[in-house]
Nanobody, 124 residues
């Protein structure tokens, strides 16, 4: 079993930076591809960034390419989402997820474990 806890959200002005953390319990987390999703008010949850099984490839939705970076520290059992050049449209609840099986990295149905989310608000 893997339990995920996100932190690092908050209120930020446009153009600023934030780093979200996803701390995991469960030794298998370091072997599972991690990803970040977000859900803005009134919208569906969407893919933001994800890692391949090997961890050496990163995938991003177009709107965050060049601004966000996903990474994982296996020794700390923690995944990160570094966000820079934040925009008001990045405002959302951000969720960490981990994939225990196959499936599409972009599809939330592929993910077995989810955190409770952390809120990010970007003001203009």
């Amino acid at each position: 079993q893997v339990h995920l806890v996100e932190s690092g959200g908050g209120l930020m002005q446009a153009g600023g930076s934030l780093t979200l953390s996803c701390a995991a319990s469960g030794r298998l987390f370091s072997t599972y591809p991690a990803a970040w999703f977000r859900q803005a008010p009134g919208k569906e949850r969407e893919f933001v960034a994800g890692l391949s099984w090997s961890g050496d490839r990163q995938f991003y939705t177009d709107s965050v390419k060049g601004r966000f970076a996903i990474s994982r520290d296996s020794a700390k059992n923690t995944a990160y989402l570094q966000m820079s050049s934040l925009k008001p449209e990045d405002t959302a609840f951000y969720y960490c997820a981990a994939r225990a099986g196959g499936g599409n990295v972009y599809d939330q149905k592929s993910y077995t474990y989810w955190g409770q989310g952390t809120n990010v608000t970007v003001s203009s």
